[in-house]
């Protein structure tokens, strides 16, 4: 299959999602995470229609976006989808416009202090643990409708965070579990959902963007809310053995 008939694919899996819960499929972005994909096959996406790209790591994106950029015309929007190192954070003002895993107040003062420093901002949104496992990185809000304790701590953090000057907070992101089929995910997808609309009301910010669902169950976080979807295999096809 080709790229471009891979993204017609997706886009018609989207519609389909979106007609079944009657959303308007252009409020839906589709992410190409082009994580170790060369520079020629993610500029094939960028032919096919994609605007907006992502990258799990810095290291390899600092390479590789100017490589596309200096091969396609198109203005793309860059997307960093992975976890940041504190001492990478320094490398992502003028290279990503969306930073999808803010997943500690430390990371977001330090990239606070260098977006203010540059008179610039940065989106952002902030990775929620919604499922409680050990292994996942963000803000625990496992179970945060019965738990006012850890409600009010989640709630001070995001207030701490909506205060910082040079981020601009747009939404939630979420990394569902690896689940057998789609419908295990999506409490999950419709917990991130629940606890963006009671934020937003509570602070009295729009927080629009729901970042969910990948190439494994992205019809069902559409059909729960999902903004942007991040998707790398079912528009590249598989990656290498032993790596994420
Ligand atoms: C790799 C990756 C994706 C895309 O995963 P696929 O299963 O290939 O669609 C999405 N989000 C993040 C954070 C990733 O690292």
Do not use: Y
Request: charged residues 25%; glycine residues 8%.
């Amino acid at each position: 299959m080709s790229i471009a008939a891979n993204i017609e694919g997706i886009r018609e899996q989207i519609d389909v999602a979106c007609r079944g819960v009657g959303r308007d499929p252009s409020g839906i972005t589709l992410l190409a995470v082009c994580k170790q994909q060369p520079p020629e096959t993610v500029g094939a996406a960028v032919v096919a229609g994609l605007r907006h790209l992502g990258e799990n790591r810095v290291e390899e994106a600092v390479t590789k976006i100017p490589q596309v950029q200096s091969c396609v015309a198109e203005p793309i929007v860059w997307h960093m989808v992975g976890h940041i190192q504190s001492r990478k954070a320094r490398q992502i003002p003028g290279l990503f416009q969306m930073v999808h895993a803010v997943d500690r107040l430390n990371l977001a003062r330090r990239l606070s202090a260098l977006m203010h420093e540059r008179g610039d901002t940065l989106d952002v949104l902030l990775e929620i643990n919604v499922s409680g496992e050990a292994s996942k990185a963000g803000f625990n809000a496992f179970g945060w409708q019965e738990d006012a304790e850890l409600r009010a701590r989640l709630w001070q953090d995001c207030e701490t965070l909506l205060g910082f000057p040079g981020l601009r907070v747009c939404g939630l992101m979420t990394m569902a579990p690896i689940a057998p089929d789609m419908e295990t995910t999506r409490p999950v997808f419709r917990q991130l959902a629940a606890l963006r609309a009671a934020l937003a009301r509570d602070l009295g910010v729009p927080l629009p963007e729901l970042s969910m669902g990948m190439t494994d169950d992205f019809p069902v976080a559409v059909e729960e809310g999902a903004t942007i979807v991040r998707i790398g295999r079912a528009i590249f096809g598989p990656r290498r053995e032993n790596e994420k």
